[in-house]
């Protein structure tokens, strides 16, 4: 069984006109079917307004279907049962993009301990977890500090801590990252990559940066609400023209990769940096120099 | 820089006052602010200001850094020293001009309203000197909880009250963005009639609105996200337990409150006034 199945969803938002009278539906997420499993790495891309934050919030039942059906853990989602909303919320964390805008405490540790409060455990088991989950992103050392004295991918550290303090199952990446320097951007990626080897806390990555996907074991990319594509990082990425129509932008190293693939069959593709690159190239010019 | 700001003036020290339970220093406050009400002479107020000293000394906050809290009321008291001071009627005035009077007790009754206020800026700082914020809020969610019986939301309350205070930094810093860079397309803040100001500012206010409006909505999903749910019970990390010290600082208090008011019972009766008046 799948973790999460998403059969036929579609999510309506109101279109209004100049004075706020609602003057029809608009689909931002339009007929999607999906399915995830238990500890994979996920990433889901599409260009900005193609419905991926819509749909995050579907898995965090945050939103709820208005057509089709989302079911956690073969629990089918009803907005009317409380305990499977609350049940699944504790199931699967969501951080989201803005770093500032999602930290509630005064301090790390408080702001850790908001999930764990919330759903009235015991003192001396919030500390535990509070302290576990923040050795784990490592800002123990900070725990007493306010959030405003962190760096952006410090507060994204402190906003998993957050949700790894609930024991989640699941961790939804916002664009988590878009708001970070790239040094910071790839410290968080690893760390995320880490969680799901070693903890095997299923990732669901949501981005419109493809360079941030190449470790998935998934891809769905989507366009105007709609699914357009999904499989392996390999198969999606040679996908060019469905890449293109998505509005994103494949790696130059790997559309480089894939265009040599054109020029000489030999020369593989699925290449996403510049040493794969590099290995690849001294690999297909040792073999043609044996061959003369 | 922003950033920087630390709401109140919390002073970072580990002593006796800064250990005790929140509650007990609200209590505390409120029987120090009746003690400087009750006392109006010199002897009272001799009295409230050893107790001053006293708290002061074991909460080993430096004098100095105490005094800083009185800058922002220093033209308040200026102000009430000189209406009682000129313009009191009740005297016979050596001096006379106008409405100015001048009599010794006008400017006794001013002195005797200067040094009120001053006691009861300095001795109410000692609680924000002691107690963080959030301290603070939970000793306050405490204090106030018998008021759910009464169905006022007071964890509610006391979350946004917490919350207000973790924004406030940010707000400012934005602020000041948007200040810059309205500045830098030639709004000026600091000439101009006063109706230009005002005019001026509202670039400022609206962006700001807008952006404080978009992080409560971003808040507010972020809690939910974490579990959040309103009337439903919350647990604490670090719940408010009394401590010994905190049994014995109550019994200070109501001795301290007990003995203050005898005394001026005593000498409202025996009419001494030397307690009474100065
Ligand atoms: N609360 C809302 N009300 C109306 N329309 C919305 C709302 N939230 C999102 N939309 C619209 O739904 C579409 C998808 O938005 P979103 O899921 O945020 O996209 P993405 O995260 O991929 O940028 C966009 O066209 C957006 O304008
Ligand atoms: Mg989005």
Same mark, same amino acid.
């Given at each position: 069984?799948?973790?999460?199945?998403?059969?036929? @969803?579609?999510?309506?938002?109101?279109?209004?006109?100049?004075?706020?009278?609602?003057?029809?539906?608009?689909?931002?997420?339009?007929?999607?079917?999906?399915?995830?499993?238990?500890?994979?790495?996920?990433?889901?891309?599409?260009?900005?307004?193609?419905?991926?934050?819509?749909? !995050?919030?579907?898995?965090?039942?945050?939103?709820?279907?208005?057509?089709? #059906?989302?079911?956690?853990?073969?629990?089918?989602?009803?907005?009317?049962?409380?305990?499977?909303?609350?049940?699944?919320?504790?199931?699967?964390?969501?951080?989201?993009?803005?770093?500032?805008?999602?930290?509630?405490?005064?301090?790390?540790?408080?702001?850790?301990?908001?999930?764990?409060?919330?759903?009235?455990?015991?003192?001396?088991?919030?500390?535990?977890?509070?302290?576990?989950? @923040?050795?784990?992103?490592?800002?123990?050392?900070?725990?007493?500090?306010?959030?405003?004295?962190? #760096?952006?991918?410090?507060?994204?550290?402190?906003?998993?801590?957050?949700?790894?303090?609930?024991?989640?199952?699941?961790?939804?990446?916002?664009?988590?990252? #878009?708001?970070?320097?790239?040094?910071?951007?790839?410290?968080?990626?690893?760390?995320?990559?880490?969680?799901?080897?070693?903890?095997?806390?299923?990732?669901?990555?949501?981005?419109?940066?493809?360079?941030?996907?190449?470790?998935?074991?998934?891809?769905?990319?989507?366009?105007?609400?709609?699914?357009?594509?999904?499989?392996?990082?390999?198969?999606?990425?040679?996908?060019?023209?469905?890449?293109?129509?998505?509005?994103?932008?494949?790696?130059?190293?790997?559309?480089?990769?894939?265009?040599?693939?054109?020029?000489?069959?030999?020369?593989?593709?699925?290449?996403?940096?510049?040493?794969?690159?590099?290995?690849?190239?001294?690999?297909?010019?040792?073999?043609?120099?044996?061959?003369? | 820089?922003?950033?920087?700001?630390?709401?109140?003036?919390?002073?970072?020290?580990?002593?006796?006052?800064?250990?005790?339970?929140?509650?007990?220093?609200?209590?505390?406050?409120?029987?120090?602010?009746?003690?400087?009400?009750?006392?109006?002479?010199?002897?009272?107020? @001799?009295?409230?200001?050893?107790?001053?000293?006293?708290?002061?000394?074991?909460?080993?906050?430096?004098?100095?850094? !105490?005094?800083?809290?009185?800058?922002?009321?220093?033209?308040?008291?200026?102000?009430?020293?000189?209406?009682?001071?000129?313009?009191?009627?009740?005297?016979?005035?050596?001096?006379?001009?106008?409405?100015?009077?001048?009599?010794?007790?006008?400017?006794?009754?001013?002195? !005797?309203? #200067?040094?009120?206020?001053?006691?009861?800026?300095?001795?109410?700082?000692?609680?924000?000197?002691?107690?963080?914020?959030?301290?603070?809020?939970?000793?306050?969610?405490?204090?106030?909880?018998?008021?759910?019986?009464?169905?006022?939301?007071?964890?509610?309350?006391?979350?946004?009250?917490?919350?207000?205070?973790?924004?406030?930094?940010?707000?400012?810093?934005?602020?000041?963005?948007?200040?810059? !860079?309205?500045?830098?397309?030639?709004?000026?803040?600091?000439?101009?009639?006063?109706?230009?100001?005002?005019?001026?500012?509202?670039?400022?206010?609206?962006?700001?609105?807008?952006?404080?409006?978009?992080?409560?909505?971003?808040?507010?999903?972020?809690?939910?996200?974490?579990?959040?749910?309103?009337?439903?019970?919350?647990?604490?990390?670090?719940?408010?337990?009394?401590?010994?010290?905190?049994?014995?600082?109550?019994?200070?208090?109501?001795?301290?409150?007990?003995?203050?008011?005898?005394?001026?019972?005593?000498? @409202?009766?025996?009419?001494?006034?030397?307690?009474?008046?100065?």
């Amino acid at each position: 069984m799948p973790f999460i199945s998403i059969k036929n @969803l579609v999510h309506q938002f109101h279109v209004r006109d100049m004075n706020g009278e609602i003057t029809g539906e608009y689909n931002a997420i339009d007929d999607i079917s999906m399915e995830i499993e238990e500890g994979q790495f996920i990433a889901i891309l599409g260009r900005n307004g193609s419905g991926k934050s819509t749909l !995050a919030r579907h898995f965090n039942n945050l939103l709820f279907a208005d057509k089709g #059906s989302i079911w956690i853990n073969d629990i089918l989602v009803n907005h009317e049962n409380e305990d499977i909303i609350w049940n699944n919320r504790k199931k699967i964390g969501m951080v989201f993009q803005n770093p500032d805008n999602q930290i509630i405490g005064t301090t790390v540790e408080e702001d850790t301990a908001f999930g764990p409060e919330n759903i009235g455990i015991e003192s001396e088991n919030i500390i535990t977890l509070v302290n576990e989950a @923040l050795e784990a992103v490592k800002m123990k050392h900070k725990s007493k500090m306010s959030p405003n004295h962190l #760096s952006g991918g410090q507060k994204q550290k402190v906003a998993i801590a957050g949700i790894l303090a609930l024991k989640p199952k699941c961790i939804v990446l916002d664009e988590a990252t #878009s708001m970070l320097d790239p040094h910071s951007r790839k410290e968080l990626m690893k760390f995320v990559l880490e969680l799901n080897k070693k903890e095997k806390i299923t990732i669901i990555m949501i981005t419109h940066n493809m360079e941030e996907v190449v470790n998935a074991d998934k891809l769905f990319i989507m366009n105007k609400g709609k699914l357009l594509t999904h499989g392996s990082v390999n198969e999606v990425f040679n996908e060019v023209e469905t890449i293109k129509e998505a509005g994103l932008e494949i790696p130059e190293i790997t559309e480089l990769a894939i265009k040599l693939h054109h020029v000489n069959q030999n020369f593989r593709t699925g290449i996403f940096t510049p040493e794969e690159f590099a290995n690849e190239f001294e690999r297909v010019y040792n073999e043609k120099r044996n061959k003369e | 820089m922003f950033r920087e700001i630390t709401l109140g003036q919390y002073y970072a020290v580990d002593s006796v006052i800064h250990r005790l339970d929140p509650r007990v220093k609200l209590f505390g406050t409120l029987i120090y602010i009746m003690s400087v009400f009750m006392a109006g002479g010199l002897s009272g107020y @001799l009295i409230v200001t050893m107790v001053y000293m006293l708290v002061m000394k074991l909460s080993k906050v430096p004098f100095s850094f !105490a005094l800083r809290g009185l800058k922002s009321v220093v033209w308040i008291v200026l102000m009430t020293f000189i209406c009682n001071a000129f313009f009191y009627t009740g005297g016979t005035p050596f001096i006379k001009y106008g409405v100015i009077s001048i009599s010794a007790a006008g400017i006794k009754y001013g002195v !005797a309203m #200067s040094v009120r206020l001053i006691l009861l800026v300095l001795g109410s700082s000692i609680l924000t000197l002691t107690t963080t914020p959030n301290e603070l809020t939970y000793g306050l969610e405490k204090a106030f909880g018998f008021l759910i019986k009464f169905h006022v939301p007071v964890q509610e309350i006391a979350l946004m009250m917490s919350i207000a205070l973790r924004f406030i930094p940010i707000l400012i810093e934005e602020t000041d963005k948007i200040m810059k !860079a309205q500045a830098s397309r030639g709004t000026d803040f600091d000439t101009g009639s006063i109706i230009k100001r005002v005019k001026n500012y509202i670039p400022i206010i609206i962006p700001l609105f807008i952006s404080a409006f978009r992080r409560a909505g971003d808040l507010a999903l972020a809690m939910e996200s974490r579990c959040y749910r309103t009337g439903y019970q919350r647990t604490k990390m670090y719940p408010l337990k009394y401590t010994k010290a905190d049994g014995k600082g109550y019994l200070v208090l109501m001795v301290y409150l007990l003995l203050f008011t005898l005394a001026k019972c005593t000498l @409202l009766y025996t009419g001494n006034s030397g307690f009474y008046t100065m």
